[in-house]
């Protein structure tokens, strides 16, 4: 009697033993897929497109363009969860600026680099595959440096504030890499100090541009 009861007592512990393994299997937890991380980043060709228009104060009929330029772009993205994100571009230009008008025989007024990154809160939507499509909008702020004067002795464009709107969308070509389309309009219209002749004269340039950007995706 006493081996068949140490006999039992083994299969009695050997079946429990199996039984809390299998609990402690189902405790197992798989692993997760993989969370795609929520920086992104873009190089672009970017093309800025302005509207020509403007005024020189106490000039009737004075009228301004400008001239349109293509620079490389970097931005960079941050994703809060799948639709939403904030995108900051970086890039810098140039813009030579010409009377029109009232004041054409000027010609060539003067030339500024400008600065101008913008930050755009964005929605992407996701019911697309591997077609990525986003709406954004958000504020530019447009530093200019490096002016001078041409027919004008001296040009001074301000710093200014504006409004950014954005549209585009990225074709994933795996998990990492997309194609990117992008087009902002920028409400920019800076004032600006001048010297021509010996006179000072005050105005607003009314850039506005669009800048329509082609150019690849990495998500990280």
């Given amino acids: 009697m006493t081996i068949i ?3 039992y007592a083994i299969i ?6 199996a039984a809390c393994e299998a609990d402690a299997s189902d405790l197992i937890i798989a692993p997760d897929a993989a969370i795609p991380s929520p920086w992104q980043v873009r190089l672009r060709a970017l093309g800025a497109i302005t509207n020509d228009s403007g005024r020189v ?6 009228d301004l363009s400008y001239s349109d330029s293509v620079f ?3 931005d960079i993205s941050y994703f809060f969860n799948d ?3 904030a995108e900051l571009i970086l890039g810098t230009t140039y813009a030579k600026v010409h009377g029109r008008g009232s004041i054409a025989g000027l010609g060539e007024v003067g030339k500024t680099w400008l600065l ?4 755009t809160l964005q929605y992407h939507f996701t019911d697309f595959g591997a077609f990525r499509p986003y ?28 409004v950014a709107l954005q549209v585009g969308f990225d074709y994933m070509i795996d998990d990492h890499w997309g194609l990117n389309v992008d087009a902002k309009k920028i ?3 800076p004032n600006f100090d001048a010297n021509v002749g010996g006179t000072n004269v005050t105005g607003k340039a009314k850039l506005d541009p669009f800048l329509i950007g082609a150019g690849i995706t990495y998500r990280f």
């Avoid at 009695?12 to 033993?17: H, K, Q, R």
């Avoid at 104060?57 to 004075?62: E, T």
């Avoid at 440096?145 to 504030?161: C, D, I, M, P, W």
């Fill in 57 to 62: 104060g106490g000039l009737a009929g004075s």
């Fill in 5 to 7: 009861k140490i006999a």
């Fill in 135 to 162: 709406v954004g909008a958000g504020v530019n702020y447009t530093k200019f440096y490096n002016q001078s004067g041409n027919t004008a002795e001296s040009l001074h464009v301000k710093n200014a504030f504006g």
């Fill in 116 to 119: 101008p990154p913008t930050l």
């Fill in 72 to 74: 490389p772009e970097f």
């Fill in 187 to 189: 409400f920019l219209r």
């Fill in 12 to 17: 009695v512990a050997g079946t429990v033993a």
């Fill in 83 to 85: 639709n939403i994100a």
